[in-house]
């Protein structure tokens, strides 16, 4: 088996094997200073997939990992292959989100320090057994904390709200009736079926992108968040990214509101925004890149707001909505210019294809 080898900047207490996530799946052994991660199992609900990480990780078992790392979710295949293993072994739950963070610190030669984390995603277990997804943390490689996150809304039709993206949409704009025509999905919310809350940052963009493109469906996951990002590349078309950061076009701003158990991230002003400027016929790309630096500028202020409270200036940004360029460059750029250290993935993936290197170095570390 061909492995990708990552050097750690500390060996670990203990041999691990992290199993990763559902989607987008890599196992990682870890022992001593280096991390060795697997191919990629592209979804472990298909049989040949979960064939192939079987057969990984049965070779990385013969290698005698002391620790086995899985996800919290329990529903996750990784997560049911570890509770199949011996009793020998000890399993460590390790939260999504978290395990984002230390992948990029591990990757980008972190050693052991608290750092602000913004990670950004479709959805991930939180601790609370709730639907994570636009987490702001303050970590090491040993615990966490969940000093923000993202409004959460109810997912009517749970994952049917991935490729149904105008419901997310009217979630989001409380189910008002220029969305939610007959009420439908308000009814449903308020009978309690099926609408567990989120507060994920990839189904915003799947909302901004409905209401920019007037689409209601998506093929696949995050398809209209990938066409948003396009309009909002078309439009800075012929312009230095610099330039761009710069001239910081007006938009209008997220409202952040300090509530018991941290920071609430509200971008509804954003949203509103689009329905306004949609009405004045201003070019869908514009709108698209007002999106992008609304969430942008969103980030930068909660930033400024917990390096005050944690006298921390350094900031990684992990999770598969960094996929999106404008939005990585942009919140980067702005964080730059506000004099924080950024650490963004260099060569592994920012999304779940990176989460086994966190979960071993979190296991392995604390060991």
């Given at each position: 088996m061909k492995t990708l080898e990552v050097r750690l900047?500390?060996?670990?207490?203990?041999t691990v094997l992290a199993l990763g996530g559902q989607a987008k799946n890599t196992i990682c052994f870890a022992r001593g200073d280096g991390a060795y991660l697997?191919?990629?199992?592209?979804?472990?609900?298909r049989p040949k997939d979960l064939a192939a990480f079987e057969k990984d990780a049965k070779h990385f078992l013969k290698k005698h990992p002391k620790i086995i790392a899985c996800d919290l979710h329990p529903e996750y295949q990784s997560t049911k292959f570890s509770e199949s293993l011996p009793v020998k072994y000890y399993i460590l739950h390790v939260q999504h989100h978290h395990a984002h963070i230390a992948s990029c610190m591990a990757e980008n030669g972190l050693e052991n320090q608290k750092i602000i984390g913004l990670a950004f995603d479709g959805t991930g277990l939180g601790t609370d057994n709730?639907?994570?997804?636009?987490?702001?943390?303050?970590?090491?490689?040993?615990?966490?904390?969940?000093?923000a996150h993202l409004k959460e809304i109810p997912l009517v039709g749970g994952e049917r709200a991935i490729?149904?993206?105008?419901?997310?949409?009217?979630?989001?704009?409380?189910?008002d009736q220029s969305v939610d025509k007959?009420?439908?999905?308000?009814?449903?919310?308020?009978?309690?079926?099926?609408?567990?809350?989120?507060?994920?940052?990839?189904?915003?963009f799947d909302a901004a992108g409905s209401l920019v493109l007037g689409k209601r469906k998506a093929a696949f996951e995050a398809e209209l968040a990938i066409e948003l990002e396009k309009l909002a590349e078309a439009s800075t078309a012929g312009d230095t990214f610099q330039q761009i950061v710069n001239a910081r076009r007006k938009v209008s701003p997220a409202v952040i509101r300090k509530d018991k158990g941290g920071y609430i991230l509200d971008p509804t002003n954003i949203l509103k925004q689009i329905i306004k400027d949609l009405k004045l016929k201003?070019?869908?790309?514009?709108?698209?890149?007002?999106?992008?630096?609304?969430?942008?500028?969103?980030?930068?202020?909660?930033?400024?707001?917990?390096r005050k409270e944690h006298?921390?200036?350094?900031?990684?940004?992990?999770?598969?909505?960094?996929?999106?360029?404008?939005?990585?460059?942009?919140?980067?750029?702005l964080l730059n210019?506000?004099?924080?250290?950024?650490?963004?993935?260099?060569?592994?993936?920012?999304?779940?294809?990176?989460?086994?290197?966190g979960q071993a170095v979190i296991a392995g570390y604390g060991g």
């Open positions: 900047p500390f060996k670990l207490k203990n697997s191919p990629l199992h592209a979804d472990l609900s709730t639907i994570w997804g636009a987490e702001v943390l303050l970590c090491d490689y040993q615990k966490f904390s969940r000093l490729f149904e993206p105008w419901r997310t949409l009217a979630a989001w704009l409380n189910f007959k009420q439908i999905l308000n009814k449903i919310y308020k009978s309690g079926i099926n609408s567990p809350l989120a507060s994920s940052m990839g189904r915003l201003i070019s869908r790309e514009k709108i698209a890149w007002r999106f992008h630096q609304g969430v942008a500028e969103m980030m930068v202020k909660i930033a400024l707001i917990l006298r921390t200036n350094k900031i990684a940004l992990s999770g598969g909505v960094f996929q999106n360029k404008v939005l990585l460059k942009m919140s980067s750029g210019k506000e004099g924080f250290q950024v650490f963004t993935h260099q060569y592994l993936p920012c999304n779940d294809a990176g989460i086994s290197l």
